[in-house]
């Protein structure tokens, strides 16, 4: 336990982003190998178009990182924190340090944004991939890279996260998110175990079905228990999901980096427009 705390506490830059390469990697040969599904597209168009996504994601966490790193050093200090109020041993601070990260810095972030319209506006942009796969993950729009970043760093006041907790949480969210995004088929059998506690392709792929209901289920990123405890847990056969935004299923919406970018911000203004003429 001592090793996991030394190396995430000073965990090197360059081990971070290589999670993020390696896991990619790893994870496009293992669907490739056993895919769930095999729909024909440009495999290479939609990678291309994910990894841009992927890097304006590393380059907003990486750049705000001290910011983390400040945090955790402001709880250490001040005695902020459950973890600071509670004494627990090593192994316990690691468990509840995590279910609670993955709480309030991936579940209910996740949640929020789905409910909080500007704030969907930037998410909507990870719903509209139409072939969800591993690169899928880290599809997202700078802007919600950020919010994601903010709820992160609640987490950390809340739970009194010390940094090599922070680290490490969020290295299996990167690797968490990149295996229940993949394509991969994973056995049934294997899966009906797994995801008791993980949340796992099949239950994650439920989220990207082109409509409602079924996009306001399975938020869950690490672990599978806080969609069961609020509810928000179904089970629904892959074979029959669509993936997208129903209203967002023209090919250009989908993939067009431009259209993708400034959507939040021409969203928004239209609603503003609209709202002015109905005052006239």
């Known amino acids: 336990m001592e090793s996991i705390v030394a190396y995430f506490s000073d965990m090197p830059t360059p081990h971070r982003s290589f999670l993020i390469v390696g896991g990619l990697a790893f994870f496009l040969l293992l669907e490739n190998f056993a895919p769930f599904s095999r729909k024909g597209y440009s495999k290479v168009k939609h990678t291309a178009l994910n990894v841009f996504f ?53 579940y209910t972030a996740h949640y929020t944004e789905h409910k909080v319209k500007w704030m969907w506006q930037f998410h909507l942009i990870h719903h509209t991939d139409q072939h969800v796969d591993t690169t899928t993950a880290n599809r997202h729009h700078p802007g919600e890279s950020v919010i994601r970043f903010v709820f992160t760093c609640i987490a950390v006041i809340v739970v009194g996260a010390p940094v090599w907790l922070i680290f490490l949480y969020q290295s299996m969210s990167v690797v968490l998110s990149q295996f229940n995004h993949s394509n991969y088929n994973l056995p049934l059998a294997v899966d009906n175990v797994v995801k008791w506690i993980f949340c796992t392709p099949a239950m994650h792929r439920v989220h990207h079905h082109y409509r409602q209901p079924y996009s306001d289920t399975n938020y869950g990123n690490i672990f599978s228990l806080w969609d069961r405890l609020f509810g ?20 250009q919406d989908a993939s067009h980096m431009g259209k993708l970018l400034a959507h939040p911000f021409v969203g928004y203004r239209s609603r503003i427009e609209y709202a002015e003429e109905e005052k006239l």
Request: overall charge negative.
């Open 54 to 106: 992927t890097l304006t994601t590393i380059l907003v966490n990486l750049s705000m990182a001290f910011v983390l790193v400040w945090s955790s050093s402001l709880v250490s200090d001040q005695g902020v924190g459950l973890l600071q109020w509670i004494d627990m041993p090593l192994w316990a601070q690691l468990i509840v340090g995590l279910l609670l990260m993955d709480l309030i810095g991936a």
């Open 232 to 251: 928000t847990y179904v089970a629904v056969d892959n074979d029959k999901l669509i993936y997208g935004l129903d209203t967002y299923m023209d090919e």
